[in-house]
């Protein structure tokens, strides 16, 4: 066995360890939109409708009011047939697709980068650092999203005659416009950029416009319906509270009123926001250093990928704007990068390390065009140095993992399963 299938191997069976290592147990308790994610599969599993009496919603279920997208509840549904309805059943499928993803990502790095020590490299870095991490021991939507997309991609990309490898290609895409809301506008615009920037034989681009029109369509005609838009009011930068945050400016505003028309208005309120998140996305600050401070999202004051590869990032995103019109590959990486970022660019809010998951693919390889560019040759002791290092920046991930695991279970919900299992014992014991 060679030094590279050790090292896949090594990184594989520690991400194995920690991502399935007290799945039920870490965090400490289901949070309240994993129960509903719970209920609502078991509900469908036991009588074929949701807690809404809804029979099989093929778009968006309805649980809080906030309509989340339906692909992933149904992918829970068989690890509650065999497993039960628990937090082991629950969390299982994000801990897979989150296992998949990370060998994906190698897969799709040989692909482009055409360099094995290279696509180890951007295993570790999927494998272990909290972005990918803290999701998938969790039930979020954006792990089945951005294990679709980034499969999408890399099955159009594979230099392959065979038919059946454009269809997935295209089911893939197009199925992540189920998984969530993010991606019912990113997997259009990247199916689109893939047809533009690879010009591939025309029964290839048939097969694939057929087959992502046909998934996708169905899903374009309730874009724009209530239940499709219902979170967007409120989490979408023009809300009921910018609207009044606009109207307050009018108020205060003091100089001639034809000014404070065209300063203070929703087109110029809107343009100034998503700006200010373009720029808040590409900000050290977050990515290397504080992360989110949604405590259900990630460890506060914790990267989100650790600090040292942040010359890397940095680098490697130079070196991509400067060879993208070399290299579709290059290319479509920028582009993708910057699609992704579309949909969480047009949120308000604490920095949407959730939403900004399915950007991770693109920001782990410009990191590695960065060591591309410290070392054309990628010498034998740059991957045992990043392994090795990432490991023991991991390793304190992990401590601290575990105590945000203590000190932050509230954001969890922790104690109303412990409450109601209480007074189960000892109801019995009061007269009735």
């Known amino acids: 066995m060679n030094k590279n299938k050790i090292y896949f191997l090594i990184i594989f069976v520690v991400s194995i360890f920690f991502r399935f290592y007290n799945l039920d147990k870490l965090p400490s308790s289901l949070n309240w939109d994993e129960i509903s994610h719970g209920y609502n599969a078991y509900s469908l599993l036991k009588t074929g409708h949701d807690q809404w009496g809804q029979s099989w919603p093929v778009f968006n279920f309805r649980a809080y009011g906030d309509y989340p997208t339906t692909l992933n509840l149904y992918l829970t549904i068989p690890f509650i047939y065999f497993l039960g309805l628990n937090a082991l059943s629950l969390r299982l499928p994000a801990a897979i697709l989150s296992l998949l993803f990370t060998v994906l990502i190698y897969l799709f790095a040989r692909l482009i980068l055409k360099n094995r020590n290279l696509s180890l490299i951007t295993f570790t870095i999927a494998s272990f650092s909290p972005w990918t991490f803290f999701p998938g021991r969790g039930v979020f939507q954006s792990n089945l999203a951005q294990f679709l997309l980034l ?30 809301h993010n991606t019912r506008l990113i997997a259009p615009l990247i199916a689109t950029l893939l047809i533009f920037i690879y010009r591939s034989p025309k029964i290839k681009l048939l097969f694939f416009i057929l087959t992502f029109t046909t998934i996708a369509l169905p899903s374009y005609f309730n874009l724009f319906s209530s239940s499709s838009l219902a979170r967007n009011r409120w989490v979408g930068i023009i809300n009921p509270n910018s609207i009044n945050l606009i109207n307050e400016q009018r108020r205060l505003f003091t100089s001639p009123q034809f000014l404070n ?12 926001e998503l700006t200010t998140n373009f720029i808040l996305f590409l900000s050290p600050l977050p990515i290397f250093f504080t992360g989110s401070q949604n405590y259900q999202f990630g460890v506060p004051q914790f990267p989100l990928i650790f600090v040292y590869f942040l010359p890397f990032f940095y680098i490697g995103l130079f070196y991509c704007f400067k060879n993208m019109f070399r290299d579709k590959n290059i290319l479509i990486i920028i582009l993708g ?4 970022l579309i949909p969480a660019a047009l949120t308000v809010g604490d920095y949407p390390s959730i939403r900004l998951t399915i950007a991770t693919p693109f920001i782990y390889l410009f990191i590695v065009y960065g060591f591309k560019m410290l070392s054309q040759k990628t010498k034998g002791y740059l991957l045992p140095l990043i392994l090795i290092t990432t490991l023991l920046f991991f390793l304190n991930y992990w401590q601290k993992y575990n105590q945000y695991n203590q000190d932050f279970s509230p954001s969890w919900q922790y104690g109303y399963e412990q409450v109601i299992t209480q007074v189960k014992i000892l109801y019995p014991k009061y007269n009735q």
């Not at 159009?156 to 038919?163: E, R, W």
């Not at 199925?175 to 969530?180: A, Q």
């Not at 028309?261 to 100034?272: A, E, G, I, M, P």
């Open 151 to 180: 499969l999408g991609i890399y099955l159009f990309l594979i230099k392959s005659n065979k038919k059946i490898i454009w269809i997935f290609s295209a089911m893939s895409l197009g199925l992540s416009m189920y998984s969530y």
């Open 337 to 340: 990068f910057f699609i992704t």
């Open 261 to 272: 028309r065209v300063v203070n208005n929703k087109v110029v309120y809107f343009t100034k």
